[in-house]
């Protein structure tokens, strides 16, 4: 079975006394330890249905089944789970909490999980050592470069060892250099921990390099899904 299911999935907003679809009818599947990539314009309902997959958002019709199991419909305790357990986010933005060190930032979602407390301190360190990280741990996402900030970003995504990674373009702020480091590390943790990514990118090109599967979202449809067979 998929690790994912998204069934006849559409979410609409009021505007007035219509409705706006922001998503219409989406299909698909994800595999356990596939990287998807979700691209369109502006507007296309990426952020929604990234919003959705993460269980952030379940104001919608339709399925999105992991595992069997509909978030749409769970109780707020399994939801919470899934939140904390089961998806990691990475944001084009970071989403620092500004007024705390990396090492506190990267801290913040084992506090959530009542991971052990005397163990916190390691599995942080860890975290950002293997980010490259360890002589960061004690600057404020001021003092960091945008690339050592989503990797900051992507130690705290991964504290809690999530089988899925949502990133929502996470190199949308990040010059060409920064942004291949950036992809490059989504893809070795794909490739090494077989964690499942789903990435939404403005690049099509990086999008067809790196991912199993790419899926063109246009007006809230989906367009086209590509498999990219040479990965
Ligand atoms: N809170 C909201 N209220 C009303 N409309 C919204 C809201 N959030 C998103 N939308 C609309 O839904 C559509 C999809 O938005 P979004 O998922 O953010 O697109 P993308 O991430 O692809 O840029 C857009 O038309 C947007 O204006
Ligand atoms: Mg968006």
């Keep these: 079975m998929a690790l994912i299911q998204v069934e006849h999935l559409s979410k609409t907003y009021k505007k007035g006394d219509n409705k706006i679809y922001a998503l219409r009818n989406i299909n698909f599947d994800i595999q356990e330890g596939e990287y998807v990539s979700i691209v369109g314009k502006s507007g296309s309902g990426k952020s929604t249905l990234l919003n959705l997959l993460g269980g952030m958002d379940t104001s919608a019709e339709g399925g999105v089944y992991y595992n069997g199991k509909n978030l749409l419909t769970m109780s707020e305790k399994e939801l919470s789970y899934h939140r904390k357990f089961t998806v990691g986010m990475i944001f084009q933005s970071f989403n620092l909490i500004p007024s705390r060190t990396a090492i506190d930032n990267v801290k ?105 599967k790419t899926i063109l979202l246009s007006d809230g449809e989906i367009i086209k899904i590509t498999s990219n067979r040479n990965q």
């Design 108 to 212: 913040l979602p084992l506090i959530f999980s009542n991971y052990p407390i005397m163990l916190r301190e390691t599995r942080a360190c860890e975290l950002l050592y293997n980010m490259g990280l360890y002589n960061r741990a004690l600057h404020y996402p001021s003092e960091l470069s945008g690339g050592e900030a989503q990797r900051v970003a992507i130690a705290r995504a991964l504290a809690n060892k999530p089988k899925v990674i949502l990133a929502d373009e996470p190199t949308g702020n990040l010059d060409t250099a920064t942004s291949a480091e950036i992809i490059g590390l989504l893809k070795m943790f794909n490739e090494k921990h077989k964690i499942t990514i789903i990435m939404v990118t403005h690049d099509k090109e990086t999008a067809h390099k790196v991912s199993h």
